[in-house]
T-cell receptor
């Protein structure tokens, strides 16, 4: 069964450093998403990406965040200058579009120290 | 981004019992609704979509009431493996992301 894959599974970084989280969405899906979940809190939408551009973004997705689809398979989230409060689980998801069901990757646990 | 509300629980239920969760959403523009299951420190996994006519998948039944803006999930003959957090989610569709509730924690006791 096709699945969304994310790397790395865990990343520890120093405050102020840049991180890139990587995702390979399901191959025939058209919409790609990033979500985050701070420990003990709800899953929060960050950004959606369709047709090689950002479609929607939340208030959380400020100027320190960016997304890119550098090739036909990868979808990345970059956090330019990490803060302690960026520590969270980051989930990538994808959907076919016509059917809005979104499927999630296993997540990247980001720890900012 | 409007809210989705759920009772956080925990719901402690004996094995074999029937349990029901409700979820309310505030964005009347929401078109599609889902129940996800999330195990501790894992990703949300799609359990089922929720349709206006109601839908059933084995022991699980989901209902949508658009007039009252709530969604329900019924689990019959609960099993120990049903222990998890159940997340309700809504979206306007297309590129609109999912708005999740905080989840309802279910504990099935032997």
């Amino acid at each position: 069964e096709p699945e969304v894959t994310q790397t790395p599974s865990h990343q520890v970084t120093q405050m102020g450093q840049e991180v890139i989280l990587r995702c390979v969405p399901i191959s025939n899906h058209l919409y790609f998403y990033w979500y985050r979940q701070i420990l003990g809190q709800k899953v929060e939408f960050l950004v959606s990406f369709y047709n090689n551009e950002i479609s929607e973004k939340s208030e959380i997705f400020d100027d320190q965040f960016s997304v890119e689809r550098p090739d036909g398979s990868n979808f990345t989230l970059k956090i330019r200058s990490t803060k302690l409060e960026d520590s969270a689980m980051y989930f990538c998801a994808s959907s076919r579009g016509r059917r809005p069901e979104a499927f999630f990757g296993q997540g990247t646990r980001l720890t900012v120290v | 981004r409007k809210e989705v509300e759920q009772d956080p629980g925990p719901f402690n239920v004996p094995e074999g019992a029937t349990v029901a969760f409700n979820c309310t959403y505030s964005n009347s523009a929401s078109q599609s609704f889902f129940w996800y299951r999330q195990d501790c420190r894992k990703e949300p996994k799609l359990l089922m979509s929720v349709y206006s006519s109601g839908n059933e998948d084995g022991r699980f039944t989901a209902q949508l009431n658009r007039a009252s803006q709530y969604i329900s999930l019924l689990i019959r003959d609960s099993k120990l493996s049903d222990s998890a957090t159940y997340l309700c989610a809504a979206t306007r569709g297309g590129a609109d992301g999912l708005t999740f509730g905080k989840g309802t924690h279910l504990i099935i006791q032997p």
